[in-house]
């Protein structure tokens, strides 16, 4: 005898699992539609065309319960309740996983123009409202400062001499001292950089970047960092540490 229980008399919560996948989908349903009208449902839950679907009932403890083989039968005349799994089995000869591999549906793209000229779209609310990067104010200001910034970089970096010996003080790590062998504008990044040669292997690199070399030092010794980041002056090379040596 059924027991359908829970908000809504005539109405049954079911597990939903699925021969083609390995994910179950907890999913109420009226106990009085049709097998037939339940496998069209059970279409946008599983995949599975409503036609090549066999249904089999599970107890909430898994025990087989036996199959919905009518498709005029009423899903209340079956002996289930609420937590009992239905297991949807498809004959279609489709693969497991095949409806959740994403990569196989056909992607739609919108050209770039045609996007620009639907009124609904979100650029099309951004630029309305002159937000995000449709503010020209804000990007004129972003733009400003950005070239302040490098004529500071650029003024910082040229007072400091090519061959002097340098603290370098990069937030978040430790300070490292070392000898300005480059300073100026770099091929990987805008602006201006000073290279460093340290005194230890705490560096990056060689003094080469990509394809360009921009100094000569021992690999892992070399660096480029910001001006701002650079103190010349007299910073003698650290000899080692004989305190704790007897």
């Keep these: 005898m059924m027991a359908a ?13 699925s021969s083609l996948s390995a994910r179950r989908a907890p999913k109420r349903y009226s106990t ?8 069209c449902k059970l279409e946008l839950v599983v995949g599975s065309p409503a036609s ?10 898994d025990e087989p319960l036996g199959r919905l083989d009518c498709d005029e039968a009423l899903l209340g005349s079956y002996p289930l309740g609420d937590g009992c799994r239905l297991h949807v089995i498809d004959r279609s000869g489709a693969r497991i996983g095949e409806y959740e591999d994403v990569s196989q549906v056909e992607k739609y ?11 609904e779209s979100l650029r099309s609310f951004l630029r309305q409202r002159q937000w995000g990067r449709y503010d020209a104010e804000a990007a ?18 040229l007072a400091l001499p090519l061959g002097s010996r340098c603290l370098v003080r ?21 602006g201006h950089w000073v290279g460093v040669r340290y005194d230890e292997p705490m560096g990056k690199h060689d003094g080469s970047v990509g394809s360009r070399r921009y100094f000569e030092c021992p690999p892992k010794y070399g660096a480029f960092v910001r001006p701002q980041s650079v103190t010349a002056g007299d910073f003698p090379e650290e000899g080692p540490d004989l305190e704790d040596e007897l």
């Design 52 to 61: 090549c679907m066999e249904l089999e009932l599970y107890s909430a403890e």
């Design 140 to 157: 004129r200001r972003r733009a400003q400062e950005q070239r302040q910034r490098r004529e500071q970089d650029a003024a910082v970096a």
């Design 170 to 190: 990069v937030p978040g790590q430790p300070c490292r001292r070392g000898t300005i062998m480059y300073v100026g504008q770099t091929d990987f990044k805008p």
């Design 32 to 39: 009085g539609i049709t097998v037939a009208e339940l496998k």
């Design 109 to 119: 793209e919108m050209a770039e123009s045609d996007y620009d000229k639907r009124p």
């Design 5 to 17: 229980v829970g908000p809504g008399a005539g109405s049954v919560l079911l597990s939903v699992s």
